[in-house]
Nanobody, 122 residues
Framework: QVQLVESGGGSVQSGRSLRLSCVAS????????MGWFRQVSGKRRELVAV???????RYADAVKGRFTISRDNSKFAVYLQMENLKPEDTAVYYC????????????????WGPGIQVTVSS
């Protein structure tokens, strides 16, 4: 009933920027937290940034000062502006959302996008 789709990934050189977008759709009443995780094959998926509906933002230490998370609640969208990218930022980035769902029954659950590749070269 709920889908998340990421866009905006790609390949860039070190020091450049990318902007990731994620849009949730489906039987959505409201969304609490929205955020981004990233994962390299064989490694644990790690939190990058989270934006609560009330405006509280949280970032992983590795991206503080370089990445900015923002939301457009009218569009059920979350964005990640990534500046001064480094090779260690290379990963598959996943959008996630804590969704209050209307159908098929009222409930609250976490949803994930399929992931999008970000590659940063030296």
């Amino acid at each position: 009933q709920v889908q998340l789709v990421e866009s905006g990934g790609g390949s860039v050189q070190s020091g450049r920027s990318l902007r990731l977008s994620c849009v949730a759709s489906g039987s959505i009443y409201d969304i609490a937290d929205m955020g981004w995780f990233r994962q390299v094959s064989g490694k644990r998926r790690e939190l990058v940034a989270v934006a609560a509906r009330g405006g509280i933002l949280r970032y992983a230490d590795a991206v503080k000062g370089r990445f900015t998370i923002s939301r457009d609640n009218s569009k059920f969208a979350v964005y990640l502006q990534m500046e001064n990218l480094k090779p260690e930022d290379t990963a598959v980035y996943y959008c996630t959302a804590d969704v209050s769902v209307k159908a098929p029954y009222v409930h609250r659950d976490d949803y994930w996008g399929p992931g999008i590749q970000v590659t940063v070269s030296s």
